[in-house]
């Protein structure tokens, strides 16, 4: 594979993360026995920067997201009456998707620099404790939601981990609907290996549905490969009890552990 072949296209997803885990691993590798090919992704690192530094992200967030949410109205009028319209990643739109989810990455990680957006409740974080992150944004400050914390549909959230030495996690919602949603890894065929470092953030921004009550996230982390498809069952048949899915956990074994935060759903769309 040549970097031509490859296409820009497919850099800019390889440097949001956005790629699976094998076109990953073959881009590095690849850059790293081609010199032309690690000079693009290099200028396109630079590109980006510059992208960002001429346009604050607080000031074109709002403009994206009120670009998404007209094609998201418009894509609306067209469906048939009645159909389901399920929660969203921002992959649908490419450049829409890359602009929002970088956006949103960088205000998260560079929350804390000069003149940046605010990112309130993060100065009590233990990095020494394994734990899932959920970030919303609200006008010109990010919030980092706690357990019980309220989030309404239209919301839109940044997922996020600390793993405090543990090697492979997956992030997973139930809602209020009794709706499973994987997080991390991407798909159920995918790696459960975490990233290292104090935190991570997932490469999309995920906006909430107006599925009602709640919506529980789920953190699973062990020292070893996490069979997802085996995870994703045992979540479904917790969906299917109403009764108990907001408190109960997973039956896992005594390796694994399980770190939970449930938000509670107010009614109405922004």
């Known amino acids: 594979m040549t970097n031509k072949r490859m296409g820009t296209w497919k850099l800019e997803r390889y440097l949001l993360g956005e790629l699976p885990p094998s076109k990953m691993e073959e881009i590095t590798r690849l850059s790293e026995e081609n ?7 290099h200028s396109l690192q630079q590109a980006n920067a510059e992208i960002i530094r001429q346009n604050p992200p607080e000031t074109m967030l709002p403009q994206i997201l ?14 048939k009456a009645g159909s389901l319209i399920r ?3 921002y992959f649908a739109a490419p450049i829409l998707a890359s602009a ?61 981990y600390i793993p405090a030495g543990k090697s492979h996690g997956v992030i997973f919602s139930i809602d209020g609907n009794g709706a499973v949603t994987l997080h991390q890894p991407k798909s159920k065929s995918g790696s459960s ?34 069979e997802v498809q085996s ?3 045992q979540a479904e048949g917790l969906a299917a009890s109403p009764a108990s899915v907001k408190t109960a956990n997973l039956d896992l074994p005594r390796s ?15």
């Open 66 to 79: 009120r670009r998404y949410k007209e094609n998201l109205r418009q894509e609306q009028f067209r469906e």
């Open 87 to 89: 929660k969203r990643l």
């Open 100 to 160: 929002l989810a970088l956006l949103f990455v960088v205000l998260v990680k560079d929350g804390s620099g000069p003149g940046s957006t605010r990112i309130k409740g993060e100065e009590s974080l233990d990095f020494t404790k394994t734990q899932i992150l959920i970030y919303k944004k609200s006008g010109t400050e990010i919030k980092l939601l706690s357990d019980g914390d309220q989030v309404k549909a239209g919301d839109l959230l940044q997922l996020g």
């Open 35 to 41: 010199p032309d090919l690690k000079k693009e992704i």
């Open 256 to 270: 694994y552990n399980q770190f939970t935060i449930l938000l509670k759903k107010e009614k109405g769309h922004e």
């Open 193 to 226: 290996k975490l990233k290292q470092g104090n935190k991570s953030l997932l490469a999309a921004a995920y906006e909430l549905d107006d599925a009602p009550d709640f919506e529980r996230f789920f953190f699973i982390t062990a020292l070893t490969e996490i």
């Open 231 to 233: 995870i994703l069952r």
